[in-house]
């Protein structure tokens, strides 16, 4: 089993609607947790980070964590064309393991 | 301000030769990272300093390939007798504090061939 999973997708959706990503893994003491998105030929940017339970919104992107069913999600609103992109989860163990674990990301498309 | 920058962007060498790539993470950032990426797949952990301290190695995937930081800013990732399975995107990504938010930032990324 991978230390964190995403669907590779694509997936598609049509501009204005809301896309939904999700990314399970598999170390339970795992603490922090973040979303990179990464362009075609480009290096991954950080455009999410959560370290709760619940809700975290910025603008028109929500990361959701449940610690208990070992999952993140990230919810992008009024997807656009220019979101098209692959959506990388990653996560950190916790204090004094400073390395990130990525899942292989999930390409996302968005149709005008 | 200015990110993290990586070079050369991209080198191209020789089976056997040495390549040395280095990083330069954002200013007062403390933690540096290594990671190398192979396409289709997310970023693979190599190693990272705490300032100038190599903090964990366990990723770095034989004894030719090793890092420094020396005086806690610039980083060189040298791989020593390259190899064709050493080509990859091999990128560096800095973060504000060592411990707390581990918030991890990008550099450009060096693009290694080896023929």
């Known amino acids: 089993q991978k230390e964190v999973e995403q669907n590779s997708g694509p997936l598609s959706v049509p501009e204005g609607a809301i896309a939904s990503l999700n990314c399970t893994y598999s170390?339970?003491?795992?603490?922090?947790f973040f979303w990179y998105r990464q362009y075609s030929g480009k290096s991954p940017e950080l455009i999410m980070s959560?370290?709760?339970?619940g809700d975290k919104e910025d603008g028109r992107f929500t990361a959701q964590l449940n610690k208990a069913s070992q999952y993140v999600s990230l919810l992008i609103r009024d997807s656009q064309p220019s979101d098209s992109a692959t959506y990388l989860c990653?996560?950190?163990?916790?204090?004094?393991?400073?390395?990130?674990?990525f899942g292989t990301g999930t390409r996302l498309l968005v149709s005008p | 301000g200015a990110g993290v920058s990586q070079s050369p962007r991209y080198k191209v060498t020789k089976r056997g030769q040495d390549v040395a790539l280095r990083c330069d993470p954002i200013?007062?950032?403390?933690?540096l990272y290594w990671y190398r990426q192979a396409l289709g797949q997310g970023p693979e952990f190599l190693t990272y300093?705490?300032?100038?301290?190599?903090?964990?190695k366990s990723g770095l995937p034989n004894d030719r390939f090793s890092a420094e930081r020396p005086e806690g800013s610039i980083s060189t990732l040298t791989i020593q007798r390259t190899e064709q399975r050493d080509s990859a995107m091999y990128r560096c990504?800095?973060?504000?504090?060592?411990?707390?938010?581990?918030?991890?930032?990008f550099g450009p990324g060096t693009r290694l061939t080896v023929t």
């Open positions: 170390d339970r003491v795992s603490q922090s």
């Open positions: 959560i370290y709760s339970n």
């Open positions: 990653a996560v950190n163990r916790d204090t004094g393991f400073q390395k990130l674990v």
């Open positions: 990504a800095s973060s504000l504090r060592a411990w707390g938010s581990y918030e991890q930032y």
């Open positions: 300093f705490n300032y100038e301290a190599q903090q964990d």
């Open positions: 200013s007062g950032h403390v933690s």
